[in-house]
């Protein structure tokens, strides 16, 4: 692995079913991030984490929660999707808070 | 809380013509970042600025943030098919306030014509 991986690459999914992004980094960061990117809204943040083992709030984190168990993965799961969750989803690191964004390919979700 | 605009939300440009976009925050940041997406693609980072009116170029690219720092621009000059794709500007509020969190713009979405 070099850098930031995302998988699946895309995904649908029927409403009120359970999913889980998921996000590895080989860089050793301690910040990581999900973005959610819909057309004309940009990138909007859904959670992230400073460090291993903590998490937090972002911009739009209803229906959503992640996890921070070591420092290379940061999954995304939707408890119950819905058909606004259709989007593509971003995962991004950096080495520290302040830092700059490396984001992985991407994870393109339907919800029907 | 804290929000960026980016303008215009479409770039149509010819190619070899200049252009600019823009980059507005609600709130006085501490450094902003530009991003350009391709499409298809994931953003990956251009620059990041951090002084009052400091300038920085990239080749074709000029970026520049404002003396209040609360306003940004990107000016591409000889615009190339290579530029193509989506420049997205990322503000980060002074430190303690709305939770120091990068905000993104809109973006603003450049398609060139040769």
């Known amino acids: 692995i070099a850098g930031i991986t995302q998988a699946p690459t895309s995904q649908i999914l029927a409403a009120g079913r359970r999913m889980t992004l998921r996000c590895t980094q080989d860089?050793?960061?301690?910040?990581m991030y999900w973005y959610r990117q819909d057309l004309g809204l940009g990138l909007r943040l859904i959670h992230y984490?400073?460090?291993?083992?903590?998490?937090g709030k972002g911009e739009v984190p209803d229906g959503y929660s992640v996890s921070r168990a070591n420092t290379d993965d940061f999954p995304l799961t939707l408890a119950s999707a819905v058909p606004s969750q259709t989007s593509v989803y971003f995962c991004?690191?950096?080495?520290?808070?302040?830092?700059?964004?490396?984001f992985g390919p991407g994870t393109r979700l339907t919800v029907l | 809380g804290q929000q960026v605009m980016q303008i215009p939300q479409y770039q149509h440009v010819q190619e070899g013509e200049d252009f600019t976009t823009y980059c507005n925050s609600s709130?006085?940041?501490?450094?902003i970042q530009w991003y350009k997406q391709r499409p298809g693609g994931h953003p990956v980072f251009l620059i990041q600025?951090?002084?009052?009116?400091e300038v920085k170029k990239q080749k074709r690219l000029t970026f520049q943030f404002g003396e209040a720092k609360k306003n940004s621009s990107l000016h591409i000059t000889a615009t190339q098919t290579t530029d193509v794709g989506t420049y997205f500007c990322?503000?980060?509020?002074?430190?303690?306030?709305?939770?120091?969190?990068?905000?993104f713009g809109g973006g603003t979405r450049v398609l060139v014509k040769p």
């Open positions: 991004a690191s950096s080495r520290d808070w302040a830092g700059t964004q490396y």
């Open positions: 860089m050793r960061h301690n910040a």
């Open positions: 984490s400073n460090t291993a083992g903590t998490t």
């Open positions: 709130t006085t940041l501490s450094n």
């Open positions: 600025l951090v002084k009052s009116g």
């Open positions: 990322a503000g980060r509020p002074q430190e303690g306030a709305a939770g120091n969190k990068l905000t």
